[in-house]
């Protein structure tokens, strides 16, 4: 039962960070979630400082509302000139050294360290149960990531085309009316909430590679976001169990085994793509000499 939980849970984070990732690699945008993730260290620690209370869902509103502010910064700076990847450095660093003193300062005789809040240990997520009226009902960690990953697919399963439009032609989707920032801002918004959301699982940093790994390796295996989609969710998933098969054998870190799962799958996909793999592409350049030869 333990292990089923686990699984439950890398599973949940690998579809819910693979969902968003899919649009964050087709925006050129993988590395915000690295900039999220780090930057809402202020948040968690503002929360525990205005509450007194390490609850996970007010730590969890105060990390959402900074991941939030963090996307609003980036984005700021993009448009007054600075460039993406500048914009992205400049901010996340920022607040995470905010959020680092304020540790130093006022949250240093309790027990708030940097290292769960980054790292994380999803081998901990079954004892760490939600109870209502006295009865247990699972692990926080899965209910926390399962309505993240349910919200998610609400949002972008009713406006699909809007965020596909404004993933591909920005240009095009607001010369059709579409409000570009808002939809913008709302997949930021997600993303936000996803990375909050599987602190307690796979930790911030291992996040990342669930929101960048399998998409890049399903933008590699297809040209259709419809198809992407599932096919980044298929990936993670698989990621995981594989992940938590290889831990169990090497007794290592099961999150690390899991980024290691989908790290080897990404490999698999970049050389053996139909499309666009290495073997596929050493394949088709001698016949397509053949078929110039003179007869």
């Known amino acids: 039962m333990i292990s089923g939980w686990i699984i439950l849970t890398g599973v949940l984070v690998a579809c819910a960070c693979s969902l968003v990732g899919c649009f964050l690699v087709l925006r050129n945008m993988a590395m915000i979630g690295d900039a999220i993730s780090h930057s809402v260290l202020p948040g968690i620690v503002i929360a525990f400082l205005i509450s007194g209370s390490r609850d996970s869902f007010v730590m969890m509103l105060g990390a959402s509302a900074v991941g939030l502010l963090t996307v609003f910064l980036i984005q700021f700076f993009k448009q007054s000139g600075v460039q993406a990847d500048a914009s992205i450095g400049v901010v996340f660093t920022a607040l995470f050294a905010v959020g680092v003193v304020l540790v130093s300062l006022y949250a240093g005789h309790i027990d708030l360290d940097l290292d769960c809040v980054l790292y994380g240990e999803i081998a901990y997520v079954p004892w760490d149960t939600l109870t209502i009226a006295g009865i247990a009902v699972g692990p926080k960690a899965v209910w926390a990531v399962g309505l993240a990953f349910i919200l998610g697919l609400l949002l972008i399963g009713m406006f699909f085309k809007q965020f596909k439009l404004c993933s591909f032609d920005p240009a095009a989707a607001a010369a059709m009316g579409i409000p570009v920032a808002l939809f913008h801002y709302l997949l930021m918004g997600l993303v936000s909430m ?86 596929a592409r050493k394949w088709s350049r001698p016949r397509l000499s053949d078929n110039r030869k003179p007869a």
């Open 194 to 279: 996803t990375t909050v959301a599987s602190f307690e699982s796979v930790g911030a940093i291992l996040v990342v590679g669930m929101l960048v790994v399998p998409p890049a390796a399903a933008y590699l295996l297809t040209e259709r976001l419809s198809v992407m989609i599932p096919l980044s969710m298929g990936i993670g998933a698989a990621s995981a169990v594989l992940g938590y098969g290889l831990a169990y054998l090497l007794d290592a870190s099961i999150a690390g085994c899991i980024i290691c799962a989908a790290g080897g799958l990404f490999v698999l996909a970049f050389l053996f793509s139909p499309g666009q793999g290495v073997v």
